[in-house]
């Protein structure tokens, strides 16, 4: 348990500087394992999901636990499939053992690989006997995990006769599809889309480029958004990100600016602050950017909005239950908040109190950590369960939030 403690700061000029995207340098390591590690990746992410791939790419064992890490399950699931004469066991976490992996396996075993499931059909953990995959025209459905997908075409070039992926139905989070084919075509591999169909040929040959750099992690920047809406005094500098990112979630700019939020390009850098009033009724569709939905969530109800917050039907599968989770704590605050099975309804509330002691659940998920960290700014009694769980993805986030004057206690 860790009391959250603000103080007021002499300086209101802040400076982030903020992690590298796991979600690139996830990527980035499962093409550079097929080049057998011959490109340099710069501004690698030092998130514990990212450590976590490189061990299971490098080590020699053949169990391998990935504890909570979704990425890791889903990438390495394709890339131990497609290595011949590999066998292997993914292990995982509780919470992963309920997160669906079905869809990916039938569309890699329809590519003949061999995976068997080693408790619940449908789920993790997995046993793999990686054979080479001849390659062919698949389909999957798109709905449940834009992350499949990508699986299929991070492996797809090293296939024998590359891969035609048709997508049905609706595509989830399709900006991190694109931003799959974006990485791929800087490590100079063709991608081919035309409507609903990626087509990826077999380009096993040597690697084209010498180095590859990891841009700064926008789904991270979301976090101080929030963090200027509770305090329009600060400026914050957020360095080396940059608006015309590759990531899908640099549309935090758009969003958090119906929320009064400013984002000022300065250099290679952004300056951010509140300067304008949000807007009393706002409506957001997160499909594709879902991960935002934490740091969003919280910004409305205390910037104390009518906000509709719509196409969150696959947070019941992240880390966490995070519609639950998000609107339970929000509850917990005394904010008036509503949900069904895509939708969280947030409506302006009129008698918080803000002294009362709350201990805040984190659900052994970074955003949600994340996202409830800052409201120490206004609540003054306010405990986390656990801090550690944000070194899935920023593990100094704590450390740079004693810039805004907020410590976290152990009690």
């Known amino acids: 348990m860790y009391r959250l ?26 093409l550079n394992a097929f080049y057998n590690n011959a490109v340099k990746i710069n501004n690698l992410s030092l998130a514990d999901d990212t450590q976590l791939m490189q061990f299971a790419l490098n080590t020699n064992k053949s169990i391998i636990d990935l504890k909570n890490a979704g990425t890791c399950m889903r990438f390495l699931t394709a890339y131990f499939a497609a290595q011949p004469n590999k066998e292997v066991t993914l292990l995982c976490s509780k919470r992963m053992q309920q997160r669906p992996i079905a869809k990916l396996v039938n569309a890699l ?54 891969l035609t992926i048709e997508l049905l139905g609706s595509i989830a989070s399709i900006d991190y599809i694109k931003m799959t084919a974006l990485i791929m075509e800087k490590f100079g591999l063709k991608v081919i889309t035309n409507n609903n169909f990626i087509t990826i040929p077999n380009q096993n040959k040597s690697a084209v480029i010498s180095e590859f750099t990891v841009e700064s992690d926008w789904s991270s920047a979301a976090f101080w958004y929030l963090t200027c809406c509770l305090n329009n005094q600060i400026n914050i500098k957020l360095n080396a990100i940059s608006s015309n990112s590759i990531q899908g979630d640099n549309r935090t700019i758009a969003i958090f600016e119906k929320l009064g939020i400013t984002s000022t390009k300065y250099q290679n850098n952004l300056i951010i602050q509140k300067n304008m009033k949000a807007n009393n009724n706002c409506k957001f569709n997160l499909s594709n950017c879902i991960d935002l939905a ?40 005394g904010f008036k908040v509503n949900s069904n099975s895509n939708t969280i309804f947030i409506y302006q509330t009129h008698s918080i109190n803000f002294e009362k002691q709350i201990v805040i659940n984190t659900y052994n998920d970074h955003r949600i950590a994340m996202a409830f960290a800052p409201l120490a700014i206004q ?13 899935k993805s920023y593990p100094h986030f704590f450390a740079d939030l004693e810039k805004v004057g907020i410590s976290a206690i152990s009690l």
């Open 5 to 30: 403690v603000h103080q007021n700061i002499s300086n209101n000029n802040i400076t982030i500087d903020l992690p590298s995207s796991k979600s690139i340098s996830n990527r980035a390591l499962i």
């Open 109 to 162: 075993q329809s590519l003949n690989a061999e995976i068997c499931y080693l408790q619940e059909p449908n789920y993790p953990p997995i046993l793999i006997k990686g054979k080479e995959i001849a390659g062919k025209n698949i389909s999957i459905k798109a709905s449940e995990s834009s992350q499949f997908i990508t699986a299929l075409m991070l492996i797809a070039p090293f296939t024998k006769n590359g």
């Open 294 to 333: 934490p740091a969003l969530c919280v910004a409305c109800a205390v910037l104390n909005i009518n906000a509709i917050i719509t196409g969150l039907e696959n947070l019941i599968i992240k880390e966490s239950n995070r519609l639950l989770a998000i609107v339970t704590e929000l509850k917990k605050l």
């Open 379 to 391: 609540f003054n009694n306010l405990i986390l369960n656990d801090v550690s769980v944000v070194t």
